[in-house]
């Protein structure tokens, strides 16, 4: 069964450093999209992209974020200078079909991020 | 804005059913999904609710009343590995179409022998 992948499983980092997250959505999905949960917390709505562009963001998603499909199937998630507060878990998930058309949504395994 | 409730921790019976709560409040809401989270891993999708009534899928069924802005998740012939997070989750229309999901904080679920 096709499933979304995520590299890498584990990132450390130190405060101030950039780090960029990749994900491998399923290969026929069109929506794509990046999640977080801190720990012991909700998981989050980040960002969702279409058509090679945003189509929605949250608050949590400021300017030192960003997101990119550099080719045809990566989708890379970009946090220019790391906070402490960044350190969560990083869900990429990707559907087949617009939320709108009921389209499930399909999670990668997750980025454990570490910012010390 | 958008706003879920739905109750911190359950603890239920192996092989009884458990009915675990949703309520939201949501500007366009435009549906209700469940997914299943076990510790550590990440949330796997169990249902879609849009119209209002109830939803069935082997053990798991899901209701959804949108005039009351609530949904419950039904799970019968409770297994040990249902044990795990529930949680519940609403979208609303910002006209995008590929809009995310607001979660709620989830429901933990305990199940006992």
């Known amino acids: 069964e096709p499933e979304v992948t995520q590299t890498p499983s584990h990132q450390v980092t130190q405060m101030g450093q950039e780090v960029i997250l990749r994900c491998v959505p399923i290969?026929?999905?069109?929506?794509f999209y990046w999640y977080r949960q801190i720990l012991g917390q909700k998981v989050e709505f980040l960002v969702s992209?279409?058509?090679?562009?945003?189509?929605?963001k949250s608050e949590i998603f400021d300017d030192q974020f960003s997101v990119e499909r550099p080719d045809g199937s990566n989708f890379t998630l970009k946090i220019r200078s790391t906070k402490l507060e960044d350190s969560a878990m990083y869900f990429c998930?990707?559907?087949?079909?617009?939320?709108?058309?009921?389209?499930?949504?399909?999670f990668g395994p997750g980025t454990r991020l570490t910012v010390t | 804005g958008q706003n879920i409730d739905q109750p911190t921790e359950m603890t239920a019976t192996e092989g009884a059913i458990v009915q675990i709560n949703c309520t939201y409040q949501?500007?366009?809401?435009?549906?209700l999904f469940w997914y299943q989270q076990h510790a550590g891993e990440a949330p796997t999708f169990l249902s879609y609710?849009?119209?209002?009534g109830l939803e069935e899928k082997g053990r798991f069924s899901s209701f959804l009343s949108r005039s009351k802005g609530y949904s419950y998740l039904l799970l019968k012939e409770l297994q040990m590995k249902d044990s795990a997070s529930y949680l519940c989750?609403?979208?609303?229309?910002?006209?995008?179409?590929?809009?995310?999901?607001?979660f709620g904080k989830g429901t933990h679920l305990i199940i006992q022998p």
């Open positions: 998930a990707s559907s087949e079909f617009p939320r709108l058309a009921g389209g499930e949504q399909y």
């Open positions: 290969s026929n999905h069109l929506y």
């Open positions: 992209f279409y058509n090679n562009e945003i189509s929605e």
């Open positions: 949501t500007s366009g809401f435009n549906g």
């Open positions: 609710n849009v119209l209002d």
């Open positions: 989750a609403a979208s609303g229309d910002s006209g995008g179409g590929a809009d995310g999901l607001t």
